[in-house]
């Protein structure tokens, strides 16, 4: 395992950001930035060997800062969204930053949630570590929190993202990876023609803000049903009105447990494929929800890598994470953390090619 650090741009105060480059002995490359713990770059082989860049990221660091994509980036402290960015612990009610198109609702941590901030990263033995601290009142969230991020790639071709938080005061926790996918290589056309596999029976129903009703609903029969793996561009030109997705998937399935699991157990989420590359990637998790996000408004982000730019479906962002909204539904599980206790989620990537 090898890691490398530099300097790679500044963020808005003038404070210099660091890229962080691991790579493992068979060629694996990620490349994590200081800017919302993200990853901006992730070079993987096809099946003849050939290696490509399979995320999407941008040109200039400082293009990172407040972008709508929340490129490759952690959110918080809570990713996705709270219904007008309202919620109650202890008979106590929070008012965070409405920051979604209308104004109407909380996503991904506010304006200036965890995915538009500098973290602190450094090597700690064959990981990369960030921390971010987060004051009392910050959006809106109570309690001054401590966040931590691990990437560590493993020679078995693996990328595991360990998850950890501790709290002064009652508060909510929801953190997540926001890397958007193309196995094809980044800028080479759309996700349409990727295959994927969601492990779940159900998916969350939600209104046309995409907040969630408290419902869980059935996938057979629905757009939904990716039980079976199928192409993601097959069902998605579906009556999405009558699911209230507009112009594609961005919703959150409810991953299938095991009764047997314990809250640490990670257990398999996702796999996306390309039959032309022969790229796969599995996806495990201890968390109980995926959301699928098919890069419905990437059009007009800022320019990608190597001059490209990118449009609508050149993407998919798997994010394991709680159930959207939960502080506002007592039958989705909690994401209230205490004083006294650590909130510990992972998601494992496994990288592996078809013949």
């Given at each position: 395992?090898?890691?490398?650090?530099?300097?790679?741009?500044k963020d808005?105060?003038?404070?210099?950001?660091?890229l962080?480059?691991?790579?493992?002995?068979?060629?694996?490359?990620?490349?994590?930035?200081?800017?919302?713990?993200?990853?901006?770059?992730?070079?993987?082989?096809?099946?003849?060997?050939?290696?490509?860049?399979?995320?999407?990221?941008?040109?200039?660091?400082?293009?990172?800062?407040?972008?709508?994509?929340?490129?490759?980036?952690?959110?918080?402290?809570?990713?996705?969204?709270?219904?007008?960015?309202?919620?109650?612990?202890?008979?106590?009610?929070?008012?965070?930053?409405?920051?979604?198109?209308?104004?109407?609702?909380?996503?991904?941590?506010?304006?200036?949630?965890?995915?538009?901030?500098?973290?602190?990263?450094?090597?700690?033995?064959?990981?990369?570590?960030?921390?971010?601290?987060?004051?009392?009142?910050?959006q809106?969230?109570?309690?001054?929190?401590?966040?931590?991020?691990?990437?560590?790639?493993?020679?078995?071709?693996?990328?595991?993202?360990?998850?950890?938080?501790?709290?002064?005061?009652?508060?909510?926790?929801?953190?997540?990876?926001?890397?958007?996918?193309?196995?094809?290589?980044?800028?080479?056309?759309?996700?349409?023609?990727?295959?994927?596999?969601?492990?779940?029976?159900?998916?969350?129903?939600?209104?046309?803000?995409?907040?969630?009703?408290g419902?869980?609903?059935?996938?057979?029969?629905?757009?939904?049903?990716?039980?079976?793996?199928?192409?993601i561009?097959?069902?998605?030109?579906?009556?999405?009105?009558?699911?209230?997705?507009?112009?594609?998937?961005?919703?959150?399935?409810?991953?299938?447990?095991?009764?047997?699991?314990?809250?640490?157990?990670?257990?398999?989420?996702?796999?996306?494929s390309?039959?032309?590359?022969?790229?796969?990637?599995?996806?495990?998790?201890?968390?109980?929800?995926?959301?699928?996000?098919?890069?419905?408004?990437?059009?007009?982000?800022?320019?990608?890598?190597?001059?490209?730019?990118?449009?609508?479906?050149?993407?998919?962002?798997?994010?394991?994470?709680?159930?959207?909204?939960?502080?506002?539904?007592?039958?989705?599980?909690?994401?209230?953390?205490?004083?006294?206790?650590?909130?510990?989620?992972?998601?494992?990537?496994?990288?592996?090619?078809?013949?």
């Amino acid at each position: 395992m090898h890691i490398e650090t530099k300097i790679w741009g500044k963020d808005p105060e003038g404070v210099d950001v660091r890229l962080f480059t691991i790579a493992n002995e068979h060629g694996l490359r990620v490349q994590l930035s200081e800017i919302g713990a993200g990853i901006v770059s992730l070079m993987t082989p096809d099946r003849d060997g050939r290696m490509a860049d399979i995320v999407l990221g941008y040109a200039k660091p400082e293009d990172y800062f407040g972008d709508g994509p929340c490129m490759g980036k952690v959110p918080g402290r809570s990713a996705n969204r709270i219904a007008h960015g309202r919620f109650s612990i202890d008979d106590e009610t929070y008012q965070l930053d409405l920051n979604t198109a209308a104004g109407k609702h909380h996503l991904h941590g506010g304006a200036l949630g965890f995915a538009n901030r500098k973290w602190n990263g450094e090597v700690v033995d064959d990981s990369v570590v960030f921390t971010y601290a987060a004051a009392d009142g910050e959006q809106g969230y109570p309690g001054n929190l401590i966040a931590m991020v691990r990437y560590t790639l493993l020679e078995t071709n693996a990328l595991q993202v360990d998850m950890q938080a501790t709290t002064d005061k009652p508060t909510i926790v929801n953190l997540t990876n926001h890397t958007y996918f193309n196995l094809k290589g980044e800028g080479v056309g759309d996700v349409l023609d990727h295959h994927l596999r969601i492990y779940a029976e159900q998916y969350l129903d939600t209104d046309q803000d995409l907040i969630p009703t408290g419902k869980m609903l059935p996938v057979a029969g629905t757009p939904m049903d990716f039980l079976e793996e199928k192409l993601i561009g097959q069902d998605i030109r579906a009556d999405f009105d009558a699911l209230r997705f507009g112009k594609g998937y961005d919703s959150c399935w409810v991953l299938d447990t095991d009764k047997e699991d314990d809250d640490d157990s990670l257990r398999m989420a996702a796999v996306l494929s390309h039959e032309g590359t022969g790229r796969v990637v599995g996806i495990a998790t201890n968390q109980p929800g995926l959301q699928v996000y098919t890069g419905n408004w990437l059009e007009g982000c800022p320019s990608g890598k190597n001059g490209h730019l990118y449009h609508d479906y050149d993407g998919v962002a798997l994010e394991c994470q709680a159930l959207p909204d939960a502080p506002n539904h007592a039958n989705f599980p909690s994401t209230i953390l205490r004083p006294g206790e650590t909130y510990k989620k992972s998601i494992k990537f496994y990288f592996l090619t078809t013949l």
